[in-house]
DNA sequence: CGGAGTCAATGAACCGGTTCATCATAACGC
DNA sequence: GCGTTATGATGAACCGGTTCATTGACTCCG
């Protein structure tokens, strides 16, 4: 039969209809394994299949359903290696429910969230999940509204009905920032990312919080924001510990920017430990294998991305479900030797 | 179960015609670019569009072109950091064509890279970029043959008339041993992936001609092969260190292993350096910061993933090119304090 | 024996665009 | 004035499945 598989022609229901003699209702229903179809006759139609190596269209099963089993899943950067492992998660649940990944990156540009939403909307993509770069932004919360097919934030948070994700980044630099004034840091650097957004607004939260805890008020000129690649971080870090009145201690509250930072420290001779202590936002090799290893915030990104999918599969299901739901991740902090008492 | 909610009503072509005065033929050749349509009827089906919303469904455009519009990728596992570069830049290179990413991850299993080809073939998908867990699997090879769409393969090599993007494994692998038996060294160890693909059989290639080169024969027990997780990192470490007859140097040749490998020797209380060098087969974060920084070898990965996504543009139009085009790109070795003459 | 009821199979209509043979109109040449 | 072209618009057929009203066969029961 491999001779056979060789022609252009592809294979269509008719075909498999005329080969099983019966009607092209009867192979549709077999192909959906609809129960009212004889044994006798499943069997007929599944050999023709397999005969002449029947392949579904799943464009036009789309056409006609009004549904294409897509997901679309846009996220600000995929350079981001911890952010893997909630894709890698998602797509596996999705998969699992017959459902198939389409992937996009945002660059955290809103003009570029409304294009994408509209293309997503245009292959008629059953769900979405997504990151914005800022919550607030008119349009595209205009174009949230008018989506028709449900959209999940991914660690974001919305006064919409939209479902989402989240960690639970205030907790976690609240931990952070608590563990340095603790230690008895009183001067305390921070380095967060866009606070137009969910997780850098909570982790500024945090951080406050932690100070007023303590009764202690924090330098804002020690806040950094806007921090959002490497050069950034690396930028931040120079500024921070060239000028006077240095902080003794650094929190690197946004993701993935602890490279950036050692970089610069290093370049400035700055060692991590006596002099000044380092906190990372998040966890990763780097963090846990460097010299000395660097207190880290942690969080399961993994589950975000598999409950993440397992809503988005609820809610395309049309459950009848209260709106908005959230899920948070609790994040912890593991206490390395890159956090130790101020010097002197 | 109200009609309106199971399919919102949207606006078709029939609406923006009828809008317009115009037939629906009109409105397709205006949607199309069609250049026998003349600027006024061209302005009005543009402004009823504008004034009804109209979107066009991508779904039945692909139904009746026989296109989708979707590229795939297939790779083994997302959770491979550096990748993510690759999918960045070919993402970005195939949605400035028109292209929407599909994504699957083929857990490097020949049955799932089997069924997701088929997948793909299912949506029309119009082409394919992959790895593949062993290029002579013969089902796999089979399934390759009768796929309809162009299929590129990523960082793989393939006797069929596939095109191709690698990266120079074999020179990578031949510096970083050259550059170790250079300093002294003459027991050499090496950890290295799944020698049945391609980059980790190329390593071990160019591990094996600089000893020959050399004129120095490897020890075949200081080989390490199948290392696929970081668990696996540290296994092997840990067995190879922890035995008679250790090496002076280890070759982490397998990509982002780093972490493993190093964690099984901290754990053993040994340090990189003076005792032991070490090389990575790639690069990252952890290895330029940790402390001594590690020798690494360098890919431009961003570079293959835009000579993929280009590469397989050009096939899909189906440009005149000769068959099983490969682009290769080079290796580098980045020297670092890791790598030094052995002891004594 | 006839009427009601059950159940599987049928096939035409439909999903929403695109294509192309056909047609209407205007321009042009002689 | 009439035939010929050129140009642009038309709309029915088509892409490949799914759906559902209808049909046909068969069973059950009074």
Redesign the pocket.
Known sequence: MSLQSRRPQ?????DVAREA?????????V??D?????R??RERVERAMADLG????V???S????RSRLVACAIRDFDIPRFALFIKEAEAVLREAGYTLLLASTTNRPDVEISLLRAFRRRRVDGVMMTLSDEEHRDVRQALSEAPMPVLLIDRDCVGALDRVTADHRQGARLATGHLLGLGHRRIAMLVGDTKAFPSRSRLEGFREAHAAAGIAPDSRLVRDNVLSSEDAYRATASLMGGTNTPTALFVAAMDMLGGCLRALRTMGLAVGDRLSVVAGSDSDLAELHTPPITSIEWDLAAMGRHAAIMLLERMRGDEIERGRGLTVPTELIIRGSSRPPAN
Not at 34 to 38: E, L, M, N
């Open positions: 592809t294979v269509k229901v008719r003699g019966v009607a092209v209702g009867t192979v549709s229903r192909l959906n609809h129960p009212t179809v004889t006798e006759l029947y392949e579904v269209d464009t036009a099963q056409m006609r359903a009004g």
